[in-house]
C-alpha cells in the first residue's frame, strides 16, 4: 500500500494538488479526519491499492494533535508513505482568502483571519514536523504547483496528456470536442474514382491511392510537424486531454485516411493516441 498525505496551511493549494494525484490514478480523499487514518491502513493493507488523502485544519482539532501516534503505527505496518506540506506566507494567504471570499475553517465572531492563519500554523505543526517534502507556494501558479506535486510524488516532469484524433465531414457539422482542427477538403478526393467511391479510407485501394499524391503526403507532414512542435506546449499547461479533429467533404476517405497516419506517426514520440472516425460509415 502507498500512502501519500498532502497537508499543508488552508489557501496554499491543498486541493490543487490532491487532484494531480486523483489524475495519476490514485484513489484520493479529500478532507480524511485523522483518526480515520488507521481505519484506512488496518483495512486495506493487505492491498496494492495507492492512496492520496488531504489533512488540514478542517480535521478535528484534537485528533490533529494525536497524529504522531497514528503516523507511528502507520510506520509499524510498513506501509509506504510520503508526507507533502504545502504553506505560503502569511500575506499571501490573506491576500488569496480576501480575493476568493472563501472562510477560513478556524475563522469564527471572535478569531479573524490573522489569528485564524496563527492558530492553524500550531495545529499542523505535529503534520509539517515529519513532511517528507515542504513547498512554498507563495511565488507558485496553480500549473507549476501541479507539475512540482507529479514529479515529487511519481518521478515525472509531466502529467501526461491523452490525445485523440478524429475524422470528421464537415458536411455533418464540426464535432463539438474538437481542440485544433485541420481541414483537408484541398486534397485529391478519392470518391471521384469510380472504383474508389464505396470504399473508406480504412480500405487498402484509397490508401494507396492516397499515399501516391505528393500533396496528401506534403499536408500529412505538415500537420505532424505543427503536432510535434505544439502538443509538449499543450502539456505543459495541463492539458488532459486534446482532440485533434480532421474533416473532409463527408468523413469517409481523406480525413479518414489522414487521421490514420497522423496517428501512427505519432506513436514514435508519444503515448498511443485515440483514433476515432465519427461519421465513417463502415466501422473501422
Same mark, same amino acid.
Request: net charge negative; charged share 25%.
Given at each position: 500500500?502507498?500512502?501519500?498525505?498532502?497537508? &499543508?496551511?488552508?489557501?496554499?493549494?491543498?486541493?490543487?494538488?490532491?487532484?494531480?494525484? /486523483? %489524475?495519476?490514478?490514485?484513489?484520493?480523499? %479529500?478532507?480524511?479526519?485523522?483518526?480515520?487514518? /488507521?481505519?484506512?491502513?488496518?483495512?486495506?493493507?493487505?492491498?496494492?491499492?495507492?492512496?492520496?488523502?488531504?489533512? *488540514?485544519?478542517?480535521? +478535528? $482539532?484534537?485528533?490533529?494533535?494525536? @497524529?504522531?501516534? $497514528?503516523?507511528?503505527?502507520?510506520?509499524?505496518?510498513?506501509?509506504?508513505?510520503? =508526507?507533502?506540506?504545502? *504553506?505560503?506566507?502569511? /500575506?499571501?494567504? =490573506?491576500?488569496?482568502?480576501?480575493?476568493?471570499?472563501?472562510?477560513?475553517?478556524?475563522?469564527?465572531?471572535?478569531?479573524?483571519?490573522?489569528?485564524?492563519?496563527?492558530?492553524?500554523?500550531?495545529?499542523?505543526?505535529?503534520?509539517?514536523?515529519?513532511?517528507?517534502?515542504?513547498? *512554498?507556494?507563495?511565488?507558485?501558479?496553480?500549473?507549476?504547483?501541479?507539475?512540482?506535486?507529479?514529479?515529487?510524488?511519481?518521478?515525472?516532469?509531466?502529467?501526461?496528456?491523452?490525445?485523440?484524433?478524429?475524422?470528421?465531414? @464537415?458536411?455533418?457539422?464540426?464535432?463539438?470536442?474538437?481542440?485544433?482542427? @485541420? !481541414?483537408?477538403?484541398? $486534397?485529391?478526393?478519392?470518391?471521384?474514382?469510380? +472504383?474508389?467511391?464505396?470504399?473508406?479510407?480504412?480500405?487498402?485501394?484509397?490508401?494507396?491511392?492516397?499515399?501516391?499524391?505528393?500533396?496528401?503526403?506534403?499536408? =500529412?507532414?505538415?500537420?505532424? !510537424? @505543427?503536432?510535434?512542435?505544439?502538443?509538449?506546449?499543450? /502539456?505543459?499547461?495541463?492539458?488532459?486531454?486534446?482532440?485533434?479533429?480532421?474533416?473532409?467533404?463527408? &468523413?469517409?476517405?481523406?480525413?479518414?485516411?489522414?487521421?490514420?497516419?497522423?496517428?501512427?506517426?505519432?506513436?514514435?514520440?508519444?503515448?498511443?493516441? $485515440?483514433?476515432?472516425?465519427? *461519421?465513417?460509415?463502415?466501422?473501422?
Amino acid at each position: 500500500m502507498q500512502l501519500v498525505i498532502i497537508s &499543508g496551511r488552508s489557501g496554499s493549494g491543498i486541493s490543487s494538488a490532491l487532484r494531480v494525484l /486523483e %489524475d495519476s490514478g490514485m484513489t484520493c480523499i %479529500d478532507n480524511l479526519p485523522v483518526g480515520l487514518l /488507521e481505519h484506512l491502513v488496518n483495512t486495506e493493507f493487505r492491498q496494492t491499492q495507492r492512496y492520496a488523502v488531504s489533512i *488540514d485544519a478542517r480535521s +478535528n $482539532l484534537s485528533a490533529l494533535k494525536d @497524529f504522531d501516534r $497514528l503516523f507511528e503505527h502507520i510506520e509499524s505496518r510498513q506501509v509506504e508513505t510520503q =508526507i507533502v506540506f504545502l *504553506d505560503a506566507r502569511d /500575506e499571501i494567504l =490573506i491576500k488569496r482568502f480576501s480575493e476568493t471570499r472563501r472562510k477560513h475553517p478556524l475563522t469564527s465572531d471572535k478569531i479573524d483571519l490573522k489569528e485564524a492563519i496563527n492558530a492553524e500554523t500550531e495545529l499542523l505543526t505535529p503534520i509539517q514536523s515529519r513532511a517528507d517534502q515542504i513547498i *512554498d507556494t507563495s511565488s507558485l501558479s496553480v500549473h507549476q504547483l501541479r507539475n512540482l506535486i507529479h514529479k515529487w510524488v511519481t518521478g515525472s516532469d509531466s502529467l501526461g496528456t491523452s490525445v485523440q484524433f478524429q475524422s470528421f465531414g @464537415f458536411k455533418h457539422g464540426l464535432p463539438a470536442d474538437a481542440d485544433i482542427v @485541420f !481541414d483537408v477538403r484541398c $486534397l485529391p478526393n478519392p470518391f471521384w474514382v469510380p +472504383n474508389l467511391r464505396g470504399c473508406t479510407g480504412n480500405d487498402v485501394e484509397v490508401q494507396n491511392y492516397l499515399a501516391k499524391q505528393p500533396l496528401v503526403n506534403s499536408m =500529412i507532414d505538415s500537420i505532424s !510537424d @505543427f503536432l510535434n512542435k505544439w502538443v509538449p506546449e499543450y /502539456e505543459k499547461s495541463n492539458r488532459s486531454y486534446i482532440t485533434v479533429a480532421i474533416g473532409c467533404t463527408g &468523413g469517409q476517405h481523406r480525413s479518414v485516411y489522414v487521421c490514420n497516419q497522423l496517428a501512427e506517426n505519432f506513436k514514435t514520440s508519444q503515448e498511443a493516441p $485515440l483514433v476515432r472516425h465519427r *461519421d465513417l460509415k463502415t466501422p473501422s
